[in-house]
């Protein structure tokens, strides 16, 4: 049983096309036009072990958010479909990544009920031309149409880069974790049956 998705969303600030394998190597071909979000989903993908195609084309011009959420929220609907009906996930996971001086934690449960907690204090500043404030809207986008619930806790740290890399592999790793399947569980990880 595969376990992919892929995704196409065409609005008028955004085209996204997105193909997505859970139970991948790794490996990505990503183009967004938004080099260090191209940087974060490369790696997002290497340390999820999800195999991963972005090509994007947005409204740029006028800065990158529209781009940046609609990625999150395609990524999130392609995990939601790529998972279907849940069967035999484990889904919580959970990941501590260090990144030099930055320690950042994940957890994730694929409940089917978005939450986002973002414990994660940046500066407003911009790596190159990405405005750090784009995560938490990336992370939103993701969760809503995933149907995940996600706490992103900083535990400690000062560089930015380092900061916003260390969260985008921790969700990735917790991410891993949710998504494996387990043969011991039979149905659904729930008491009511359903996800």
Do not use: W
Not at 61 to 72: A, N, P, Q, S, Y
Not at 90 to 108: I, Q
Request: charged residues 25%; contains cysteine.
């Amino acid at each position: 049983m595969a376990r992919s998705a892929a995704i196409e969303r065409i609005t008028k600030e955004t085209q996204i096309k997105l193909s997505l394998e859970i139970d991948g190597k790794g490996e990505a071909q990503i183009c967004t036009s938004v080099p260090f979000l191209d940087h974060m989903l490369d790696l997002f993908a290497r340390h999820g072990l999800f195999d991963l195609k972005v090509e994007a084309h947005g409204d740029i011009d006028i800065d990158f958010h529209h781009t940046v959420e609609d990625i999150g929220i395609v990524l999130g609907t392609a995990f939601k479909e790529a998972l279907g009906d849940k069967c035999g996930i484990r889904r919580y996971g959970n990941a501590v990544v260090p990144m030099d001086e930055v320690l950042a934690s994940v957890a994730t449960d694929l409940s089917g009920r978005p939450y986002l907690v973002y414990n994660v204090e940046l500066p407003k500043v911009k790596i190159g031309d990405f405005d750090v404030e784009l995560v938490r809207e990336f992370f939103q986008g993701f969760v809503n149409h995933c149907g995940a619930n996600l706490h992103l806790n900083l535990m400690y740290g000062d560089n930015v880069h380092h900061i916003v890399e260390a969260c985008f592999k921790a969700a990735a790793r917790a991410l891993d974790q949710a998504t494996q399947l387990d043969a011991r569980i039979e149905g659904v990880m729930s008491t009511k049956g359903k996800l």
